[in-house]
Structure formats: structure tokens, C-alpha cells
């Protein structure tokens, strides 16, 4: 079973809005609750960059590429975190991964393709 699970990419049209779900199944309540997690992007024929982080006291960091137009959050009880995209670019075009570390370890999920057309 995934221990990470993304989902709601898709193609939407510049100045857009997407919401990215990720899912951690094989997590418990109280491991969910101490996790870091984050979002990572990798753009055609780019290298893996990091999008926006949220710690377990829910401190949150953004790349200045997406500051004022995403927000990530989290819900503890759903064991779930989520990436709000707004005033989509194409240049905001990518695979984005989800990811949880705990203790030292970090798991990624498989991705999920946006593209944001011009």
C-alpha cells in the first residue's frame, strides 16, 4: 500500500485555480501529528524544486515563485495535507510530489501532473 498518495492535477487555463490533496493511508493520528510535510515540483526538463512546506506545528515556508497565490494546510484528523493554487501560470506547470518525513525518514508519493495552459 502507498504511503503517500497525491491527487487533483489537471489542465486548467492560466489564472486558474487547483487544489492538490495528498493522503498518507499507512499513517497513524500521532505520527501524522509530528510529521513535516511538503510540496516539491518538477517542471519539464527541470530539476526538483521545493513549492511550500509545513511543519507539525504547522509553521509553513513557500518558494518566492508562489508566495501569495498558493497556501499549503494540513488536517490532522483527515490525516491529510493540501496545496490551494490560485492565479495559475504556465510556468507553474509541472509533476507535483507530496512528502512526509518523520524521524529522520522521508517518503514520496507519485506525483500528479498540472498543466496550466497560457
Known amino acids: 500500500q502507498l504511503r503517500v498518495v497525491e491527487s487533483g492535477g489537471g489542465l486548467v487555463q492560466a489564472g486558474g485555480s487547483l487544489r492538490l490533496s495528498c493522503k498518507f493511508p499507512?499513517?497513524?493520528?500521532?505520527?501524522?501529528?509530528?510529521?513535516?510535510m511538503a510540496w516539491y515540483r518538477q517542471p519539464p526538463g527541470k530539476y526538483r524544486e521545493l513549492v511550500a512546506e509545513?511543519?507539525?506545528?504547522?509553521?509553513?515556508n513557500y518558494a518566492d515563485s508562489v508566495k501569495g497565490r498558493f497556501t499549503i494546510s494540513k488536517y490532522n484528523v483527515k490525516r491529510e495535507m493540501y496545496l490551494q493554487m490560485n492565479d495559475l501560470k504556465p510556468e507553474d506547470t509541472a509533476v507535483y510530489y507530496c512528502?512526509?518525513?518523520?524521524?529522520?525518514?522521508?517518503?514520496w508519493g507519485q506525483g500528479t501532473q498540472v498543466t496550466v495552459s497560457s
Open positions: 512528502t512526509k518525513t518523520h524521524q529522520g525518514q522521508t517518503d
Open positions: 499507512t499513517t497513524i493520528l500521532s505520527t501524522f501529528n509530528s510529521m513535516d
Open positions: 509545513i511543519t507539525s506545528g504547522r509553521n509553513t
